[in-house]
């Protein structure tokens, strides 16, 4: 059960960061650019489903915390 929810929540965050990472490259904004990088890469770091949900959130919410 666990591996399979570490996947699902896997290819969600990266899914969302894949959107970040193009709304950051085509809007020229360093944040949602480095987030979406970070948001697609740390999934296969994290050995919990609780590290990862709570990893995932806190980087989706930095684009709305920290305006460049």
Same mark, same amino acid.
């Given at each position: 059960?666990?591996? #399979? #929810?570490?996947?699902?929540? #896997?290819?969600?965050?990266?899914?969302?960061?894949?959107?970040?990472?193009?709304?950051?490259?085509?809007?020229? &904004?360093?944040?949602?650019?480095?987030?979406?990088? &970070? @948001?697609?890469?740390?999934?296969?770091?994290?050995? #919990?489903?609780?590290?990862?949900?709570?990893?995932?959130?806190?980087?989706? &919410?930095?684009?709305?915390?920290?305006? @460049?």
């Amino acid at each position: 059960m666990d591996g #399979s #929810s570490i996947m699902i929540w #896997s290819v969600l965050f990266g899914s969302i960061g894949v959107g970040f990472f193009m709304y950051g490259r085509k809007q020229k &904004a360093i944040v949602p650019l480095c987030t979406g990088l &970070a @948001l697609f890469v740390f999934p296969y770091f994290m050995p #919990s489903v609780t590290m990862l949900l709570i990893v995932g959130v806190v980087l989706m &919410a930095i684009p709305y915390f920290i305006r @460049l």
